[in-house]
């Protein structure tokens, strides 16, 4: 069973700085492609950035040169560091892990709200 537990959420002016953190349990991080999603109100599920187990990453085009992700494997963590934020990128953040593309796994979602 994989449990994963964001922080690092909050709330912050236009052009601030945020870090999200994301710790997994079980032994299928190693081997899996993690991201973070968000989801703002009344609105889909969108993929914010992701990195694999190989690390290459991926990333919206609306948070290209102000987000970066980044894994450690060896914690079983995978962060996302968010600079120049704005009032657009306030939404609920989600920790996912996708597992050779058998399974997905979630995280509870950590609010961030941009202010302006």
């Known amino acids: 069973q994989v449990q994963l537990v964001e922080s690092g959420g909050g709330l912050v002016q236009s052009g601030g700085s945020l870090r999200l953190s994301c710790a997994a349990s079980?032994?299928?991080?190693?081997?899996?492609?993690v991201g973070w999603y968000r989801q703002a109100p009344g609105q889909q599920r969108e993929l914010v950035a992701e990195?694999?187990?190989?690390?290459?990453?991926k990333y919206a085009d609306s948070v290209k040169g102000r987000f970066t992700i980044s894994r450690d494997n060896a914690k079983n963590t995978v962060s996302l560091q968010m600079n120049s934020l704005k009032p657009e990128d306030t939404a609920v953040y989600y920790c996912?892990?996708?597992?050779?593309?058998?399974?997905?796994?979630w995280g509870q979602g950590t609010q961030v709200t941009v202010s302006s």
């Open positions: 996912g892990l996708k597992f050779l593309n058998l399974k997905d796994y």
């Open positions: 079980g032994s299928i991080f190693t081997l899996s492609t």
């Open positions: 990195i694999t187990r190989g690390g290459s990453r």
